[in-house]
């Protein structure tokens, strides 16, 4: 791949030439190809793999809620020789997954003035704060970390989602940028061949075995052809053009575009006729489908909002219980006097007379949880008619081709007989001309149907994100 870009700069480096028919280098771009370089080098690609690593980082963030955490308090104060008070508090906190968090700590505590609910002296205490109602199924650290996860796997699908379509755009510039090579190719062999009818025309009514207004009628028709085969190389660049715009190399840099790049022509010729059927394919992009698992996660993040606002309809109940223990020695045994005479416990309690704002904030979660599912119904709904449209375009294309292909082979039959007898003076050149333009609009409708089927099967493949 490294290789194929560099070639790809090196002959962009070279100047564009009006005519391909022209070029002495020529390089051919496949469709896998082009895929490859949207995959690894597009931008939004990149955009989107960022988007992922930064919701990564919002996981590990929320995580942090129940990291373990070491905090001191130092505080003193001495005024005309008489020490106030002097206070020193280290302690560690351990939040735990289940609404209790356990914390141990030591206080010295000195000074002719503190407060009388303080212990002098040193101490150290080890307890548990509990929030018993409120709080204790579910409470906002744990809401915070399951939406961060929720929401890491809604970017992870979002990223897919944002490749499938890129591809799906990509290759179907690049379809278009086929189909537009294959008309001049075919436009500039028939203005070859109309040229050396003309030149024979031309011989021929110089030895007089031809009027002079067959020279004219050839004349008009290398003009008609002549005039086909500039629009279809202007169609041919500008499709080139944007097919570049999905194009990029390192650096973030757009890969320079170049006349001198053509399509490999085997593409358009190829077709997948071990194709899934139609069930298959809708089994497994039901399952799979990134647009389905965002909005799954949609309704994880939901349904965890919906859990956290109903334990707004409970009262608040926290329990504070700590053992304690006189100077900075741990008790040998916890007896039960111990227990009795050294503890420190609070109770914390309250609850809203008529739980408004918590029977409002559980009424919303409950109506947004509904509206995902509806949204999740929708867009099910929306893949499956999606697939089953491309699927019926695929298979009746092919058809079309079929019939084309023996309609184009039919009427190159019948110009090559008209020009059989137009040689043994049988025919006139108006009916050679008109065999020819029937031919090729034939071939013209060919190319267009093949093409039209490879942006159908990739958009086959796209609907279900299979790409």
């Given at each position: 791949?490294?290789?194929?870009?560099i070639?790809?700069?090196l002959?962009?480096l070279?100047?564009?030439?009006?005519?391909?028919?022209?070029?002495?280098?020529?390089?051919h771009?496949?469709?896998?190809?082009?895929?490859?370089?949207?995959?690894q080098?597009?931008?939004?690609v990149?955009?989107?793999?960022?988007?992922?690593?930064?919701?990564?980082?919002?996981?590990r963030?929320a995580?942090g809620?129940?990291?373990?955490y070491?905090?001191?308090n130092?505080?003193?104060?001495?005024?005309?020789g008489t020490?106030?008070y002097?206070?020193?508090?280290?302690?560690?906190?351990?939040?735990t997954?289940?609404?209790?968090?356990?914390k141990?700590?030591a206080?010295e505590?000195?000074?002719?003035r503190i407060?009388?609910?303080l212990?002098p002296g040193k101490?150290l205490?080890a307890g548990v704060?509990?929030?018993?109602?409120?709080?204790?199924?579910?409470?906002?650290?744990?809401?915070?970390l399951?939406?961060a996860?929720?929401?890491?796997?809604?970017?992870?699908?979002?990223?897919?989602?944002?490749?499938?379509?890129?591809?799906?755009e990509?290759v179907?510039?690049?379809?278009?940028?086929?189909?537009?090579?294959?008309?001049?190719?075919?436009?500039?062999?028939?203005?070859?061949?109309?040229?050396?009818?003309?030149?024979?025309?031309r011989?021929e009514y110089?030895?007089g075995?031809?009027p002079?207004?067959d020279?004219?009628?050839?004349?008009?028709?290398?003009?008609?052809?002549e005039l086909?085969?500039?629009e279809a190389?202007m169609?041919?660049?500008?499709?080139g053009?944007h097919?570049?715009t999905?194009l990029?190399?390192?650096?973030n840099?757009?890969m320079r575009?170049?006349?001198?790049?053509v399509?490999d022509t085997e593409?358009?010729?190829t077709?997948?006729s071990d194709?899934d059927?139609?069930?298959?394919?809708?089994?497994?992009?039901?399952?799979n489908?990134?647009?389905?698992q965002?909005?799954?996660?949609k309704?994880?993040?939901?349904?965890?909002e919906?859990?956290?606002?109903?334990?707004y309809?409970?009262?608040?109940?926290d329990?504070?219980?700590n053992?304690?223990n006189?100077?900075?020695?741990?008790p040998?045994?916890?007896t039960?006097?111990?227990?009795e005479n050294n503890?420190?416990?609070g109770?914390d309690?309250?609850?809203p007379l008529?739980?408004?704002?918590?029977?409002?904030?559980y009424?919303?979660a409950k109506?947004?949880?509904?509206e995902?599912?509806?949204?999740?119904?929708?867009t099910?709904?929306?893949i499956?008619?999606?697939?089953?449209?491309y699927?019926?375009e695929?298979?009746?294309?092919?058809?079309?081709?079929e019939?084309y292909?023996d309609a184009?082979?039919?009427?190159?039959?019948?110009y090559?007989g008209?020009?059989t007898r137009?040689r043994?003076?049988?025919?006139?050149?108006f009916?050679v001309n008109?065999r020819?333009?029937?031919?090729?609009?034939?071939q013209?409708?060919?190319?267009e149907?093949?093409a039209k089927w490879q942006?159908?099967?990739?958009g086959l493949?796209w609907?279900?994100a299979?790409?």
């Amino acid at each position: 791949m490294r290789l194929l870009i560099i070639t790809y700069i090196l002959i962009c480096l070279l100047p564009a030439t009006s005519s391909l028919a022209q070029d002495s280098t020529i390089l051919h771009l496949s469709k896998d190809e082009v895929l490859s370089i949207v995959k690894q080098y597009h931008p939004l690609v990149k955009q989107a793999s960022l988007k992922v690593d930064r919701y990564k980082a919002g996981v590990r963030e929320a995580r942090g809620g129940f990291d373990p955490y070491l905090k001191a308090n130092a505080e003193q104060k001495t005024f005309d020789g008489t020490q106030y008070y002097s206070y020193f508090n280290p302690e560690l906190k351990i939040p735990t997954w289940y609404g209790i968090e356990l914390k141990a700590g030591a206080e010295e505590v000195y000074g002719s003035r503190i407060f009388n609910e303080l212990t002098p002296g040193k101490s150290l205490y080890a307890g548990v704060k509990v929030s018993a109602l409120q709080g204790l199924i579910f409470d906002e650290r744990r809401a915070t970390l399951r939406k961060a996860q929720a929401m890491q796997e809604m970017t992870e699908a979002e990223q897919r989602l944002v490749v499938n379509n890129l591809l799906y755009e990509s290759v179907s510039a690049y379809w278009d940028w086929v189909q537009s090579y294959r008309l001049y190719a075919v436009y500039n062999d028939v203005v070859n061949t109309s040229r050396a009818r003309l030149k024979m025309v031309r011989i021929e009514y110089e030895q007089g075995n031809r009027p002079a207004i067959d020279t004219v009628e050839a004349w008009t028709q290398v003009q008609s052809y002549e005039l086909l085969q500039n629009e279809a190389l202007m169609n041919f660049f500008n499709a080139g053009f944007h097919l570049s715009t999905f194009l990029w190399v390192e650096d973030n840099e757009i890969m320079r575009w170049s006349e001198r790049v053509v399509p490999d022509t085997e593409d358009l010729e190829t077709f997948y006729s071990d194709i899934d059927g139609l069930e298959p394919i809708i089994v497994q992009a039901l399952s799979n489908h990134p647009k389905l698992q965002m909005v799954s996660a949609k309704l994880d993040v939901m349904k965890v909002e919906k859990k956290l606002k109903s334990q707004y309809l409970f009262p608040t109940l926290d329990i504070n219980a700590n053992v304690l223990n006189k100077g900075y020695e741990l008790p040998s045994e916890l007896t039960t006097p111990f227990l009795e005479n050294n503890y420190k416990f609070g109770v914390d309690f309250s609850v809203p007379l008529l739980l408004r704002k918590g029977r409002g904030a559980y009424k919303a979660a409950k109506l947004k949880l509904q509206e995902t599912y509806l949204e999740q119904d929708y867009t099910t709904v929306t893949i499956e008619n999606k697939i089953r449209s491309y699927y019926n375009e695929v298979s009746i294309l092919e058809n079309q081709i079929e019939m084309y292909t023996d309609a184009y082979n039919n009427f190159k039959r019948m110009y090559s007989g008209e020009m059989t007898r137009y040689r043994i003076g049988e025919s006139t050149l108006f009916l050679v001309n008109a065999r020819e333009n029937k031919m090729l609009q034939a071939q013209q409708k060919l190319i267009e149907l093949k093409a039209k089927w490879q942006k159908s099967y990739a958009g086959l493949l796209w609907s279900a994100a299979m790409l």
